[in-house]
């Protein structure tokens, strides 16, 4: 048995950041929510973009009846190939157009990448944010860490993977698996 002094630690933390330019509209969590992977952080008004969605939408709609119209032509023998790699090449660019509108669209819902605590807010109703701009502070408590150095002549002791128990301050017992860290061992608890 070998005993180990240490301290608890959260998996990670990241700060969470916008993908997007525009003024923050809303920010639903606060320092200290509990969020689920997934929950909006932040949320950037839309300002154009559902404009440019919907002029995306129709040009991919005129694309289609452009390309369907070549094809008819084509079995005519109206048309050469030529017409139709073009209307093709359009509808595909539209497509595209309207995938481009609709990421720029998700992009200004600002997600928790994983359930955690919001540890920080970083932008307030009405901010301005531009891409890398932060929205929230998150950190990850599942699961928490018992990280403790241990000394050189013990290191050959421990097998990453075996259990260990930790006992906390407030006397309770947790158990986990030993993993090897750059800054010490670190156990998971289960």
């Known amino acids: 048995v070998l005993t180990v002094r240490g301290r608890t630690e959260n998996k990670r933390t990241v700060v969470v950041r916008a993908e997007t330019s525009g003024k923050i509209a809303a920010r639903p969590v606060e320092r200290g929510s509990r969020v689920a992977a997934g929950d909006l952080l932040c949320r950037i008004n839309l300002d154009a973009r559902d404009a440019s969605r919907t002029q995306a939408a129709e040009a991919l709609n005129q694309a289609r009846i452009d390309f369907d119209g070549t094809i008819r032509l084509k079995r005519q023998g109206l048309v050469a190939d030529t017409a139709v790699a073009s209307a093709k090449a359009r509808l595909a660019a539209a497509e595209a157009d309207v995938e481009r509108a609709e990421l720029e669209i998700r ?3 600002i997600r928790a990448p994983f359930s955690g ?11 301005y944010v531009s891409p890398g701009a932060p929205c929230v502070t998150l950190v990850d408590l599942d699961p928490m860490l018992l990280v403790g150095a241990v000394a050189e002549r013990d290191v050959s002791d421990l097998h990453v993977g075996k259990p260990v128990t930790g006992r906390l301050i407030d006397g309770r017992r947790v158990t986990g698996s030993l993993t090897f860290e750059e800054h010490g061992v670190q156990v998971h608890q289960r």
């Open 107 to 109: 992009r200004t819902a």
């Open 117 to 127: 605590i919001v540890e920080d807010v970083n932008a307030e109703l009405g901010d």
